[in-house]
């Protein structure tokens, strides 16, 4: 890759004091003096870059390879080639993250729009009634409704609308052209572009005369300490109570959460998942890419929901569901072995059968 005036390299620090703030121990300290400025992938990294290897498998990455060091386990050490030294670590992938927060600590969140400006914008629109605190940025064209309150170290970028009465807590990022309405903000919450949190929930009652009426939804959205919002994701506000989002959760691009859901604390939830309303989801829950989640159940604390399932029931805590509809995923990759071997079946009758 061309160099990334994006994310241009860090002035450089020593192997070994990066191994000592990641927590990973030099196999060879004789190297512990070379100097590392940025994270690549193994099969591109130079002599100035740090990569990660988690499996074996990935072995011929090494082939081009000329890193500064790479992170990586005990059992994978015995592939590394000599040329490369080891940083020996129990959790490869959050050490490469320490890593990769220290010499990149910018692109941790959305990048400012205008370098060197700070303070609030002459071309923002803030009502008179907002309270602010010191040390917050405004971009150009925010809009920032009546009776806000915001906290200081935060960031509000271009085109981003502010409903009125909204919260939103201290060193929090809102990125351009997101809407928060009706909502209370924690703090170090870090919403994408795009996103949409605190409108209408979906919510209609059948009309005396056909069609269907408006149910009012008067709830709010709470996001807990340390949540992040993906890119044109949507966060319905409840009808009645409250929809929630867990401190430490984060939730990627174009998700739908509906009205009066409950995510609770460290959930991982990926692209185009459609969680309907007043759904409980416990802590530490993982769901994959385009899962959708019924309404009015219950995912326990822990458990893991495979890509494109489709969840219709309860799902105890600590399981792992997959399938449409979901279920233990034992179960259904036991399923999906057996309808693979009659369709085989079926293909060599039929092969056979045409041969004679």
């Known amino acids: ?21 990641i927590g990973a121990s030099l196999q060879d300290e004789s190297v ?20 990660y290897m988690l499996q074996r498998r990935y072995r011929d ?55 060197g400006q700070s303070g609030i914008s002459p071309a923002a629109f803030v009502d ?28 509000i970028a271009a085109g981003v609308v502010i409903g009125p009465g ?24 870090i919403i994408h572009p795009g996103a949409r949190i605190g409108q209408d929930g979906f919510g209609n009652a059948p009309g005396p005369r056909g069609g269907m009426i408006k149910i009012v939804q008067i709830g709010r959205v709470i996001l807990q300490d340390h949540v992040e919002i993906g890119a044109n994701t949507t966060i319905d506000r409840g009808a009645m109570d409250d929809t929630v989002i867990g401190e430490g959760t984060k939730i990627d691009n174009l998700v739908q959460v509906g009205h009066n859901v409950r995510i609770g604390r460290h959930c991982g939830i990926a692209a185009k998942v459609g969680i309907a ?52 995923m034992r179960d259904f990759l036991r399923e999906a072995a057996e309808i693979a071997a009659r369709a085989n079946l079926r293909k060599r009758k039929t092969t056979t059968g045409d041969k004679q």
Request: glycine residues 12%; contains cysteine; hydrophobic residues 40%.
């Open 1 to 21: 890759m061309d160099a990334n005036w994006f994310f241009p390299p860090h002035d450089g620090l020593r192997l070994s004091d990066l191994a000592e703030r």
């Open 32 to 51: 512990g003096d070379r100097i590392v400025s940025s994270v690549a992938p193994t099969y591109r990294a130079g002599p100035r870059d740090i990569c």
């Open 61 to 115: 990455e090494f082939t081009t390879s000329q890193a500064a060091a790479v992170i990586c386990n005990e059992a994978v050490a015995s592939i590394v080639p000599p040329h490369i030294p080891v940083l020996f670590a129990k959790y490869p992938h959050t050490a490469f993250a320490l890593a990769g927060a220290i010499f990149h600590p910018e692109a941790l969140r959305p990048i400012q729009n205008l370098a």
């Open 128 to 155: 008179p009634t907002a309270r602010l605190e010191d040390g917050i940025d405004i971009e150009a064209t925010a809009v920032i409704g009546a009776g806000v309150e915001i906290g200081t170290g935060t960031r």
């Open 166 to 189: 909204v919260r939103i807590g201290r060193d929090c990022t809102i990125s351009a052209g997101a809407t928060i309405l009706c909502s209370l903000v924690g703090n170090n919450v």
């Open 277 to 328: 309303g007043s759904t409980r989801i416990g802590d530490g829950v993982m769901i994959g890419g385009a899962a959708a989640i019924n309404g009015h159940i219950t995912i326990g604390d822990r458990s893991q929901i495979g890509a494109m399932s489709g969840v219709a029931a309860d799902v105890p805590a600590g399981e792992r569901y997959g399938g449409i509809p979901a279920r233990p």
